[in-house]
Nanobody, 128 residues
Framework: EVQLVESGGGLVQAGGSLRLSCAAS????????IGWFRQAPGKEREGVLC????????YYADSVKGRFTISSDNAKNTVYLQMNRLKPEDTAVYYC?????????????????????WGKGTLVTVSS
């Protein structure tokens, strides 16, 4: 059974940093696309950053380019979202997601259309 558990959210001042963690179980990263999504109050879900082995690339939403990065610790089966120079508009619930990789789908596709498996989310609040 695929499970994703996010942690690391909290309150941070604008300009600060946070690192979110996504502990995964039930699959291995080599076979799955991984993504971070967020949803702010009253707004649609946004694909922030997605990575897929199908095209070997990482998609970053324009709003986070140069500020957010993804990394993983395969030994711990954990994916991280490092968020730097945070802005109040980054305030949202952040979700980790995963899907068995489809070689015809790119990282952009996954960020646009979502994935099969989702965590419950972790709240990030950026104060001005």
């Amino acid at each position: 059974e695929v499970q994703l558990v996010e942690s690391g959210g909290g309150l941070v001042q604008a300009g600060g940093s946070l690192r979110l963690s996504c502990a995964a179980s039930g699959f291995t990263f080599d076979d799955y696309a991984i993504g971070w999504f967020r949803q702010a109050p009253g707004k649609e879900r946004e694909g922030v950053l997605c990575i897929s082995s199908s095209d070997g690339s990482t998609y970053y939403a324009d709003s986070v380019k140069g500020r957010f990065t993804i990394s993983s610790d395969n030994a711990k089966n954990t994916v991280y979202l490092q968020m730097n120079r945070l802005k109040p508009e980054d305030t949202a619930v952040y979700y980790c997601a995963a899907e068995e990789v489809d070689p015809t789908r790119t990282s952009l596709f996954y960020c646009n259309y979502g994935m099969d498996y989702w965590g419950k989310g972790t709240l990030v609040t950026v104060s001005s």
